[in-house]
C-alpha cells in the first residue's frame, strides 16, 4: 500500500503520533507526520513535553519554509 501525507497507508485511520497524543484528526498536509510517526508516540511525547506543540508547529513550520 502507498503512504498518505499523514504517514500513515491509505485507508487505514492511524493518525501521526503527534495527532494521536493531541486527540486530533491528522490531515493529509500534517506538519508533524513527517518526523513523527505513529509508530514512535514516546518521540513526540518528549519533543511536547520540552517544547509545547503549538512551538513545535511554528519550528516545523519555518523549517518547510527554508
Do not use: T
Request: aromatic share 8%.
Amino acid at each position: 500500500m502507498k503512504e498518505g501525507g499523514c504517514g500513515r497507508k491509505q485507508g487505514a485511520a492511524a493518525p501521526c503520533a503527534a495527532c494521536k497524543l493531541l486527540r486530533r484528526r491528522c490531515a493529509q498536509d500534517c506538519v508533524f507526520a513527517p518526523y513523527f510517526p505513529a509508530d514512535e508516540p514516546q518521540k513526540f511525547a518528549n519533543v511536547h513535553k520540552v517544547f509545547g506543540a503549538s512551538n513545535v508547529n511554528k519550528m516545523l513550520q519555518v523549517h518547510l519554509k527554508i
